[in-house]
């Protein structure tokens, strides 16, 4: 439970490292179209991050990489969408 809080805490970072690269990408889109891709994210990193808490629970992944294995996509797409978008 301790790595979950740990790695829960990095969520905001994390939303907004990959809200920016995906806002910079495609500045042209809608207003809906930007709320519900948004939605979206938040939605998989939720169950994201509840999978992996399950996991470590039943001790069939560590519990340190059960917890943050999600952050860590997420923090590795977000950087590379970053990198890719022109700024």
């Not at 969520?11 to 709320?35: A, E, H, R, V, Y």
């Amino acid at each position: 439970n301790m790595h979950y809080k740990l790695a829960f805490a990095f969520t905001s970072f994390i939303m907004i490292l990959f809200g920016l690269s995906i806002s910079i990408l495609s500045p042209k889109n809608n207003f809906t179209m930007g709320i519900g891709s948004s939605i979206l994210i938040i939605f998989v990193y939720s169950i994201g991050i509840k999978l992996g808490q399950i996991l470590g629970y039943k001790e069939i992944l560590s519990p340190w990489f059960s917890v943050w294995s999600i952050n860590i996509i997420f923090i590795l797409l977000g950087t590379y969408l970053f990198k890719i978008s022109k700024t």
